[in-house]
């Protein structure tokens, strides 16, 4: 059975641009999470989506959004860019609410 | 109180070794408690999680001890391998909100 897979797996953009990172969950599965995983600042819960809806957030600002597909796939979309949203970006899964979460390979997100 | 504090921030332990990772936490709101292990470039896996509602979990070689009242918990890795060294994150998942907590992580490196 195939794991969370997030694409690209890397990403270089400038500050001010717009960032789009894709997730597909484990198949099967219908909440998609998404955290950062900054240097000195740990894993900080991001966004949850479950059948389509935003179920909770955490403390980003509103230029951090997403959404999720019918086929439970999900975006995260980080705009105007600043240097400090350089991060891996994990995306997680689970089957169901509330479930284990099981986590993809992550899209390391470098602002020049 | 959201927080849950992750000690040591690395270890040191010789092959065949028990390796100890301990965790507190202050909010009475979690609900489950997993552990998952990252390798460099590579997102966390989960590794053996507990319910609170259980004192002890083992699965092979790894070992989740965990104390409600003091609202503690820790990961035991008996026979420490060299395949072991890994960064490990103990978590905590909100009841609500459906959103895990982690700790600062634990750098664990197995000498052989």
């Known amino acids: 059975e195939a794991g969370v897979t997030q694409s690209p797996t890397h990403l270089i953009k400038t500050r001010g641009q717009q960032a789009t990172l894709r997730c597909s969950p484990i198949?099967?599965?219908?909440?998609v999470y998404w955290y950062q995983q900054a240097l000195g600042l740990g894993l900080q819960f991001l966004l949850w989506?479950?059948?389509?809806?935003?179920?909770n957030r955490g403390n980003f600002p509103p230029r951090f959004s997403g959404r999720q597909f019918p086929n439970y796939s999900s975006e995260l979309n980080v705009n105007a860019l600043e240097l400090e949203d350089s991060a891996l970006y994990l995306c997680a899964s689970s089957l169901d609410y509330p479930d284990t979460q099981y986590f993809g390979p992550g899209t390391r997100l470098t602002v020049l | 109180q959201q927080q849950v504090k992750q000690s040591p921030q690395s270890l040191i332990v010789q092959k065949g070794g028990i390796s100890i990772i301990n965790c507190a936490y202050e909010n009475t709101a979690f609900d489950y408690f997993p552990w998952y292990q990252q390798f460099p470039g590579k997102g966390p896996a989960l590794l053996i999680a507990i319910r609170p509602d259980v004192s002890e979990k083992k699965e092979g070689r790894f070992t989740i001890s965990f104390n409600k009242s003091a609202k503690q918990f820790s990961l035991h890795i008996m026979d420490s391998q060299p395949g072991d060294s890994a960064t490990y994150f103990c978590?905590?998942?909100?009841?609500?909100?459906?959103?895990?907590?982690f700790g600062a992580g634990t750098i664990l490196r197995v000498k052989s």
């Open positions: 978590a905590a998942r909100m009841e609500y909100g459906n959103k895990l907590v």
């Open positions: 989506y479950d059948e389509g809806e935003e179920r």
């Open positions: 198949s099967g599965h219908t909440s």
